[in-house]
């Protein structure tokens, strides 16, 4: 069947349908310029034409990939979830393990009132899913750290029999990687017409990182996933649940562009605040936690926070603000730091505390971690098919919404979130399964 007859049927069901099946598809880096009119993936903009969108959506603070998917999961944002960057902060470590794991979210995630509900689950490189009870068919996402290699941690904590010959597959190419997550999701849905399945795909963050908001590579990798979303929407057509169930597909994030890099932890360390030897870091009395575009400072001792601020003050100027606690806790942010740092135009945190420069130049041409205040970390919301209305354009949602919505599709119950069901876009109050 051709693409427009599929798409056709599944935005048209009739507005009393119920939604048996919701399918989330996360484009990691995803824009609105990527799917509004005059946009060139065809997929995308045929799904927002046939259902509804958003001109944008505000990512939670900071505006990072783990904390992004898992506000997407819970309706929560980094103070009740505690999902607080896209690796922990266990100091002295030099490198900490990432939040790969469900237990590391401190509410409950749509997957786990899903599965008390009697739903089906599956997850394809959702971040914080590994090791849930509450997941039928799964494939975790980690990377390699001393605490193991990506993929033998990913065959461990993986459903068994989903990663045939990952082995082939180059990981440095996020266009393989995805085309590959996408078979594996397609596949579950084929065989298993899971009731809620999420999709993480990454190839949009990748060149956005390395050539900013306007990487050459950028339009290509754009077909790439449109391709990718096409791909499910076929699967859901050849399992026979298209006309059933909803798509949605989102960010986590926005970016920025960039040029220059701040290493505050080698301002802390020359100033004796953190203590460097041979083999790392050996002891810290108040130590910056790098998030992109923003960074945690995190105190040992709360007898330095009036001397750590003072000279992280004096030395920023130009090149960062403090976000302090009171704003942090409205903007919903890690609980635990004393106070954030917000980088300038063109800057970015990194979280060496060796060298003489607070300044270097960046490596990356691209990145997030922002105040989801500015409009270039805006992501993009885009939903279609059984229970969605057509032709509603919201002007900005919140990822704090998206799963009070999905449990509406599902009739389920998610409580006290952070956002509110878009009821505005739902054609149908959904069924009832507690």
Not at 382 to 391: L, S
Request: aromatic residues 8%; negative net charge.
């Amino acid at each position: 069947m051709k693409r427009w007859i599929i798409l056709f049927w599944i935005v048209t069901a009739p507005a009393w349908a119920q939604s048996n099946h919701v399918i989330v598809i996360s484009l990691d880096g995803c824009r609105p310029e990527f799917y509004l009119p005059g946009a060139l993936t065809k997929t995308l903009t045929s799904l927002c034409e046939r259902g509804s969108y958003a001109r944008g959506a505000l990512p939670p603070y900071p505006s990072m990939t783990y904390p992004g998917h898992t506000t997407i999961a819970t309706g929560t944002l980094p103070a009740r979830h505690g999902v607080n960057g896209n690796s922990l902060f266990e100091p002295p470590k030099v490198e900490s393990r990432g939040y790969w794991y469900a237990s590391d979210i401190k509410v409950p995630a749509l997957w786990d009132v899903a599965h008390a509900a009697g739903l089906t689950v599956g997850t394809v490189v959702w971040p914080c899913t590994a090791d849930s009870k509450a997941i039928d068919w799964n494939v975790t996402e980690f990377w390699t750290t001393p605490l193991g290699k990506e993929l033998d941690l990913m065959r461990e904590h993986s459903t068994p029999g989903l990663l045939t010959g990952i082995e082939s597959v180059a990981r440095g190419d996020a266009a393989a990687w995805d085309a590959y997550m996408t078979k594996i999701a397609a596949q579950i849905i084929q065989e298993h017409k899971p009731n809620l399945l999420f999709l993480h795909l990454l190839e949009a963050d990748k060149v956005q990182h390395h050539g900013g908001r306007t990487a050459p590579e950028l339009p290509e990798a754009l077909q790439h996933l449109d391709a990718d979303v096409q791909a499910i929407i076929d699967a859901a057509q050849k399992a026979g649940i298209v006309e059933r169930t909803t798509f949605i597909v989102l960010g986590d994030h926005g970016f920025a562009d960039i040029s220059q890099t701040i290493a505050p932890n080698s301002l802390l360390a020359s100033n004796g605040f953190i203590t460097v030897t041979d083999t790392g870091i050996a002891d810290w009395r108040a130590m910056v936690v790098n998030t992109g575009g923003s960074a945690g400072v995190y105190l040992n001792h709360g007898q330095d926070a009036a001397e750590v601020r003072a000279l992280l003050e004096k030395n920023g100027k130009g090149l960062y603000r403090i976000i302090d606690k009171e704003e942090l806790v409205k903007l919903g942010g890690p609980r635990d730091a004393a106070f954030y740092l917000e980088a300038e135009p063109g800057y970015m945190f990194v979280g060496g505390s060796t060298g003489k420069t607070l300044v270097r130049p960046s490596q990356l041409k691209g990145n997030h971690g922002f105040l989801p205040t500015n409009p270039q970390l805006h992501t993009g919301f885009i939903a279609a098919g059984r229970g969605i209305k057509k032709g509603v354009v919201l002007d900005l949602i919140r990822l704090t919404d998206v799963a009070p919505t999905v449990a509406r599709l599902l009739g389920l119950k998610l409580d006290e979130t952070d956002g509110r069901v878009l009821e505005e876009i739902l054609a149908t109050g959904g069924q009832n399964h507690n």
